[in-house]
């Protein structure tokens, strides 16, 4: 099993800048798919933006050009960089690892990120 533990969240004014982190332990973050997911009050969680194993990634419309979701192997870790950002980014954001041949899915405790002037 993996341990997810989210930082970095933060009141950052619109058009700023955050960069999140989650550090993995317990399992090799290698062996799965790592991911940024996060719920506004009131809705659903969304996928925000994923990461393959390989490096392949994938991102939300709503935020494509604006986060870069990268890992470090090495250091068990995986970044959110989130630049330009708007008020409707303000959210709890949460860290997922997947590994779905195995049906495993990992979830962190969440880091507020609240975008406002």
């Known amino acids: 099993q993996v341990q997810l533990v989210e930082s970095g969240g933060g009141l950052v004014q619109p058009g700023g800048s955050l960069r999140l982190s989650c550090a993995a332990s317990?399992?090799?973050?290698?062996?799965?798919?790592m991911g940024w997911y996060r719920q506004a009050p009131g809705k659903r969680r969304d996928m925000v933006a994923t990461i393959a194993s390989g490096g392949n990634t994938n991102y939300a419309d709503s935020v494509k050009g604006r986060f870069t979701i990268s890992r470090d192997n090495a250091k068990n870790t995986v970044y959110l960089q989130m630049d330009s950002l708007k008020p409707e980014d303000t959210a709890v954001y949460y860290c997922n690892a997947n590994r779905a041949a195995y049906n495993y899915n990992a979830w962190g405790q969440g880091t507020q990120v609240t975008v406002s002037s």
């Open positions: 317990g399992s090799i973050m290698n062996r799965y798919t």
